[in-house]
Nanobody, 121 residues
Framework: QVQLVESGGGLVQPGGSLRLSCAAS????????MGWHRQAPGKQRELVAA???????NYADSVKGRFTISRDNANNTVFLQMNSLKPEDTAVYYC???????????????WGQGTQVTVSS
């Protein structure tokens, strides 16, 4: 089994910053893409940012220039640095990872439990 544990959420004022972390552990042979999604009340979950094992990244248009995704492959961890936060960034943030648990087993998608980010004055 594979577990993803997020941390770093909280309450921040508009214009502030937060850094989310997500550590994967368990039966891991290889991790391909890792990413962050978010879900606001009454809305569908949406992709925020993703990064491949080779470091290629993509971002939702709404966060480009404000958020930066990065990863530490040695420690199976992905980060999301969020700057210039806006009230519309308020959501539960989930990390996910495409994990191969053995050389002969296909990649599966795993999700963390989510961490709340609230941007409010």
């Amino acid at each position: 089994q594979v577990q993803l544990v997020e941390s770093g959420g909280g309450l921040v004022q508009p214009g502030g910053s937060l850094r989310l972390s997500c550590a994967a552990s368990g039966s891991i042979f290889r991790i391909d893409a890792m990413g962050w999604h978010r879900q606001a009340p009454g809305k569908q979950r949406e992709l925020v940012a993703a990064v491949t094992s080779g470091g290629y990244t993509n971002y939702a248009d709404s966060v480009k220039g404000r958020f930066t995704i990065s990863r530490d492959n040695a420690n199976n961890t992905v980060f999301l640095q969020m700057n210039s936060l806006k009230p519309e960034d308020t959501a539960v943030y989930y990390c996910n990872a495409d994990v191969k648990t053995n050389w002969n087993i296909k990649t599966s998608d795993y999700w963390g439990q989510g961490t709340q980010v609230t941007v409010s004055s």
